[in-house]
Nanobody, 124 residues
Framework: QVQLVESGGGLVQAGGSLRLSCAAS????????MGWFRQAPGKEREFVAA????????YYSDSVKGRFTISRDNAESTVYLQMNSLKPEDTAVYYC?????????????????WGQGTQVTVSS
Protein backbone atom coordinates (compact mmCIF):
# COMPACT_ATOMS: atom_id res chain seq x y z
CA GLN A 1 0.00 0.00 0.00
CA VAL A 2 1.08 3.55 -0.74
CA GLN A 3 -0.33 6.69 0.79
CA LEU A 4 0.08 9.93 -1.16
CA VAL A 5 -0.53 13.35 0.36
CA GLU A 6 -0.51 16.47 -1.83
CA SER A 7 0.11 19.96 -0.51
CA GLY A 8 0.95 23.43 -1.77
CA GLY A 9 -2.27 24.34 -3.49
CA GLY A 10 -4.00 27.66 -2.98
CA LEU A 11 -5.26 30.84 -4.57
CA VAL A 12 -2.91 32.77 -6.86
CA GLN A 13 -3.28 35.53 -9.40
CA ALA A 14 -2.75 34.87 -13.09
CA GLY A 15 0.94 34.95 -13.91
CA GLY A 16 1.89 33.73 -10.48
CA SER A 17 3.54 30.53 -9.32
CA LEU A 18 2.84 27.64 -7.00
CA ARG A 19 4.83 24.57 -6.04
CA LEU A 20 2.89 21.40 -5.31
CA SER A 21 4.37 18.58 -3.27
CA CYS A 22 3.30 14.96 -3.02
CA ALA A 23 4.71 12.97 -0.13
CA ALA A 24 4.55 9.20 -0.30
CA SER A 25 4.53 6.78 2.59
CA UNK A 26 4.11 3.06 2.95
CA UNK A 27 5.72 1.08 0.16
CA UNK A 28 8.73 2.77 -1.40
CA UNK A 29 7.98 4.71 -4.57
CA UNK A 30 11.57 5.32 -5.60
CA UNK A 31 11.42 2.53 -8.20
CA UNK A 32 8.20 3.71 -9.86
CA UNK A 33 7.03 6.38 -12.21
CA MET A 34 4.86 9.14 -10.82
CA GLY A 35 2.54 11.68 -12.31
CA TRP A 36 0.29 14.67 -11.78
CA PHE A 37 -3.26 14.91 -13.06
CA ARG A 38 -5.92 17.55 -12.60
CA GLN A 39 -9.68 17.83 -12.72
CA ALA A 40 -11.59 21.05 -13.20
CA PRO A 41 -15.28 21.38 -12.24
CA GLY A 42 -17.48 19.66 -14.80
CA LYS A 43 -14.53 18.27 -16.73
CA GLU A 44 -12.77 14.93 -17.07
CA ARG A 45 -9.55 14.30 -15.20
CA GLU A 46 -6.60 15.14 -17.42
CA PHE A 47 -2.92 14.33 -17.48
CA VAL A 48 -0.52 17.12 -16.53
CA ALA A 49 3.01 15.75 -16.13
CA ALA A 50 4.87 12.55 -15.35
CA UNK A 51 8.35 11.46 -14.36
CA UNK A 52 10.14 8.14 -14.47
CA UNK A 53 11.62 6.37 -11.48
CA UNK A 54 15.03 8.11 -11.44
CA UNK A 55 13.84 11.52 -12.58
CA UNK A 56 15.78 11.48 -15.84
CA UNK A 57 12.74 11.29 -18.10
CA UNK A 58 9.72 13.56 -17.96
CA TYR A 59 6.64 14.19 -20.06
CA TYR A 60 4.16 17.07 -20.13
CA SER A 61 0.81 17.82 -21.62
CA ASP A 62 0.88 20.45 -24.32
CA SER A 63 -1.17 22.79 -22.15
CA VAL A 64 1.51 23.06 -19.46
CA LYS A 65 4.72 22.44 -21.39
CA GLY A 66 7.21 25.24 -20.80
CA ARG A 67 5.36 26.48 -17.71
CA PHE A 68 5.32 23.49 -15.35
CA THR A 69 8.23 21.36 -14.16
CA ILE A 70 7.94 17.97 -12.49
CA SER A 71 10.75 16.67 -10.32
CA ARG A 72 11.29 14.12 -7.58
CA ASP A 73 13.44 13.50 -4.54
CA ASN A 74 13.58 9.77 -3.96
CA ALA A 75 15.42 10.18 -0.68
CA GLU A 76 12.40 12.11 0.58
CA SER A 77 9.82 10.00 -1.33
CA THR A 78 8.40 13.23 -2.70
CA VAL A 79 7.43 14.44 -6.15
CA TYR A 80 7.01 18.11 -6.98
CA LEU A 81 5.19 20.18 -9.56
CA GLN A 82 6.54 23.68 -10.03
CA MET A 83 3.87 25.73 -11.76
CA ASN A 84 4.83 29.10 -13.28
CA SER A 85 2.94 31.60 -15.41
CA LEU A 86 -0.34 30.25 -14.10
CA LYS A 87 -3.51 30.88 -16.05
CA PRO A 88 -7.16 30.83 -14.94
CA GLU A 89 -7.62 27.66 -17.00
CA ASP A 90 -5.13 25.90 -14.72
CA THR A 91 -7.74 26.06 -11.95
CA ALA A 92 -8.46 22.49 -10.84
CA VAL A 93 -7.92 19.91 -8.16
CA TYR A 94 -4.46 18.47 -8.69
CA TYR A 95 -3.75 14.83 -7.91
CA CYS A 96 -0.51 12.92 -7.75
CA UNK A 97 -0.31 9.23 -8.50
CA UNK A 98 2.20 6.39 -8.71
CA UNK A 99 2.46 3.74 -11.41
CA UNK A 100 3.46 0.09 -11.14
CA UNK A 101 6.35 0.51 -13.61
CA UNK A 102 9.64 2.38 -13.72
CA UNK A 103 8.54 4.54 -16.63
CA UNK A 104 6.20 7.51 -16.80
CA UNK A 105 2.72 7.29 -18.27
CA UNK A 106 0.08 9.77 -19.37
CA UNK A 107 -2.71 7.21 -19.00
CA UNK A 108 -4.55 7.35 -15.66
CA UNK A 109 -5.39 3.63 -15.73
CA UNK A 110 -1.69 2.81 -15.43
CA UNK A 111 -1.54 4.44 -12.00
CA UNK A 112 -2.20 2.27 -8.96
CA UNK A 113 -2.35 4.77 -6.12
CA TRP A 114 -3.73 8.30 -5.92
CA GLY A 115 -3.64 11.14 -3.46
CA GLN A 116 -6.69 13.03 -2.23
CA GLY A 117 -5.89 16.12 -4.28
CA THR A 118 -5.08 19.75 -3.62
CA GLN A 119 -7.06 22.71 -4.95
CA VAL A 120 -5.36 25.25 -7.20
CA THR A 121 -7.32 28.37 -8.05
CA VAL A 122 -5.95 30.98 -10.43
CA SER A 123 -7.76 34.31 -10.49
CA SER A 124 -7.77 36.59 -13.52
Amino acid sequence: QVQLVESGGGLVQAGGSLRLSCAASGRTVSRYGMGWFRQAPGKEREFVAAINWNGLSTYYSDSVKGRFTISRDNAESTVYLQMNSLKPEDTAVYYCAVTATRSWSKMDYEYDYWGQGTQVTVSS
